[in-house]
């Protein structure tokens, strides 16, 4: 007879759409030999998007050192007698210039890539990403507050430095985290996962999904007539998973709400590199010398980096909440659940600090990963152009918002009688081989349906498919 | 003014000696310049030990697939003229074997080693998982009861399969894990965390930290007393931070014991390969048929692999608990949990796959491989007696059990008025540079004062601080 047990009805509960009944349903889909695109998910390098050079190069250097004296010998046979080396020509070399970036880097490690780091990360590589954040947002300068290379955590992607917040912040069930409606269910799981109370706003969607501080005002009053604690706002900029970028006003109107309310702001910044060219403005930049909480998100599966599978990524606090009733700092806390991981992953680590310390302009390899960025990143806004167009030829879709992220969210107005943006959105997987995830899975206002859709497949792909899912639609809406 | 919060206590509560105040102050002495020696954790690579070359040549080639095409044509123009290639020779070039292999896994990869895998792992690297379960327990030929890919999870480490166990089974505060005292502290940090009850076990110093049923039942007795509903037993085998090794008859009590009071077995085997010539009995061997839910962990961090930073492993589950008052099957509820982080790190899961698919017998690189395991593992055993044989000379010393696992966790003996084993760890630090953690860090029986050591560092750097410590020692007990 099998033990039973019950078990934490929080992970029960918890639901995760983006890999949940329809990815589930592609997978077997793909197992049976059918052809899936899947559009699920942010992971470009899954639909053809090849990685940095310069990113792999280095990665592949630090994962065996002993090539890097290698290849300066091959490089010095080479050119003293390049006749011989058959089929081999100089630009099978790696550059000079990225392997004394390698051995700078093995110098800064130490003992390699293979040892535990202390629990936040290699000094080194936090003090580069001090370093980026002050040149992003001019603190460097002398405007703005530089960052402190001691309040950069780095961790296994954005996603653990999600839960180390969100675990700390909640202290009982009536703690509340406001999120955005539409959000990416991380958030509402992690939320739900600590025990935790999820608090709604709800972005204007036909203003293209953009806040005003009455937005704001609702949803924290509403929390608060059900007793709840409000401790933070998160705010994913640009968006995930409606993919419009927050104007300038609307992130100080948050910005004030949080200094008026007394809440810390968890800036889920991962997009920054995807605005297609709108202006990325931080939210350490909009505190500026203001005494709000704020933890900022970064993250390399995203942008044109797109190495999702590494679980590289940073928070990076300031103005620390004071803990209440116990004297110990905020720093040592998230130090203490760092350290019951041990470590994250060297190579996301490792993976972070490149992102944040690129070849500069006039080095050698400059010009190649300046053409790869530029290449990823128009092709991405190529992408998602194809796509609004198709919106049009579809009756009664609307998508709002500035482009940005990776992912469209589409309205998709009357659906026939008793189906959901669910039915819908299995139907479009089982018809064309798309596989996108149903506005109910990030949470709608009700009544509403959506889909998102991650804008990375192949413009091949993407003409093939996107003529089959209008026909698609306006035969199921009919 | 700061803001100021109520966070969650159980994490103000936490500790986590492996990373604390000793090896905090450890750190301060190095960024002031002095020697010291990280003995506070099983981190081989921080001392000196070397990676297996195997395993980084496939991880290099892993990131930079086109490095593949290039070793070929390179070695084709050496073959073809190796006169030109002053100062190469054969060895200098990756035995095409390897290759083939990176060419094997990636082809498996499909779209290479950035992407997000499914959220469990790839099928082809949790399939090797199983191979090596069933060849490691004899299943393979018949005897026992063959693994399941699909009931195999890859997670960063094992600490982030304790977590997700322990999150799952603490489902309130009654609720208790079953821990060996001492124990290490993943354990009780996760089960504090989670909100549960610590259910403290002692194994039996004196005759080698062995078990036996009374043991197993006094815990058990006294936290029914108290109103705890146990859920689980850990085993840490061999231990950590005692390094002993579980003889057979115990661990079969242990199984017994399990299914008698309907508990699952949470087996912690991930120095399954540091026994130095003793055998290991897999927790999956000796349950075979019988019903006990059984979750077994290994890592890429110990044996002779030492991977620590990698954050590579896996959980194995057996005989799954089934879900009291929800209709949903425990396979299901680790895969939502996976899912909230997307996938485990890809660069340990490859590694994972490498650990378990080495060079076999015959193959080009076998000889390499199996001679610097063989180096590494006679390296720790030689390095953990000269440590024992240093005790020897210290006044009231004693190590008691098997040595396995890569620590040494001697008794003090009785320590100077007032003076506890923190003390004397730090008074160590301080004046030899050595770096351990106090017994009470991981838990002991009162009155007794304990250290973990790891015996980690370098022969000659043990004839250097080994006749400092028994000095210091001498000194301090006076």
């Known amino acids: 007879m099998p033990v039973s047990m019950a078990v934490n009805q929080n992970i029960v509960e918890l639901e995760y759409a983006v890999r949940g009944p329809i990815p589930q349903r592609a997978a077997e889909l793909a197992r049976a030999g059918r052809r899936t695109i899947p559009c699920n998910i942010g992971n470009p390098q899954a639909l053809g998007q090849s990685p940095i050079t310069f990113y792999r190069q280095v990665l592949s250097f630090l994962e065996a050192p002993t090539a890097l004296a290698r290849e300066r010998r091959f490089r010095g046979a080479f050119d003293a007698n390049s006749s011989a080396f058959l089929g081999v020509d100089e630009s099978d070399f790696v550059d000079p210039w990225v392997i004394e970036y390698c051995e700078k880097m093995l110098g800064h490690l130490g003992s390699g890539i293979g040892a535990y780091t202390d629990s936040n990360g290699p000094a080194f590589i936090r003090e580069a990403v001090a370093g980026f954040i002050d040149r992003r947002d001019g603190a460097d300068s002398g405007s703005g507050v530089p960052a402190d290379p001691d309040s950069i955590f780095l961790t296994n992607g954005a996603s653990e430095a999600v839960r180390f917040i969100i675990d700390l912040l909640i202290s009982d069930a009536a703690d509340g985290i406001m999120i955005p409606i539409p959000q990416y269910p991380l958030y509402s799981a992690t939320i739900k996962k600590a025990g935790g109370a999820q608090v709604e706003y709800h972005p204007d969607e036909e203003k293209g999904w953009t806040l005003d501080r009455a937005i704001l005002d609702d949803a924290i009053c509403r929390a608060r007539d059900r007793s709840i604690t409000v401790k933070a706002i998160v705010i994913i900029n640009p968006a995930n998973p409606t993919g419009a970028i927050l104007p300038a006003e609307g992130a100080l109107e948050v910005v004030d709400f949080a200094e008026e309310n007394r809440l810390a702001i968890i800036a889920d910044e991962v997009y920054q590199d995807n605005l297609y060219g709108a202006e990325f403005v931080s939210f350490a930049k909009l505190v500026g010398k203001r005494d709000i909480p704020l933890f900022s998100l970064h993250s390399t599966s995203k942008g044109f980096h797109g190495e999702c599978g590494r679980r590289g990524g940073y928070v990076e606090i300031r103005n620390p909440i004071d803990i209440e009733g116990a004297d110990v700092r905020l720093r040592d806390l998230f130090f203490k659940q760092a350290s019951v991981a041990l470590c ?135």
């Open 344 to 478: 994250s992953n060297t190579t996301g680590q490792a993976l972070t600090y490149i992102m944040v310390t690129p070849p500069p302009e006039g080095s050698p390899p400059h010009g190649r990963y300046q053409r790869e960025k530029e290449t990823i990143l128009s092709a991405l806004q190529d992408k998602a152009t194809m796509i609004r167009e198709a919106f049009e030829e579809m009756r009664e879709v609307e998508c709002f918002g500035r482009t940005g992220a990776m992912y469209l969210f589409p309205r998709l107005g009357r659906l026939p009688g008793g189906k959901t943006d669910f039915d819908y959105c299995m139907a479009l997987l089982e018809e064309t081989g798309l596989c996108t995830v149903n506005g109910s899975g990030f949470g709608q206002r009700p009544g509403t349906h959506h889909l998102r859709i991650a804008f990375l497949p192949p413009k091949e792909m993407l003409d093939q498919v996107l003529p089959d899912w209008i026909a698609f639609h306006n035969a199921y809406v009919q």
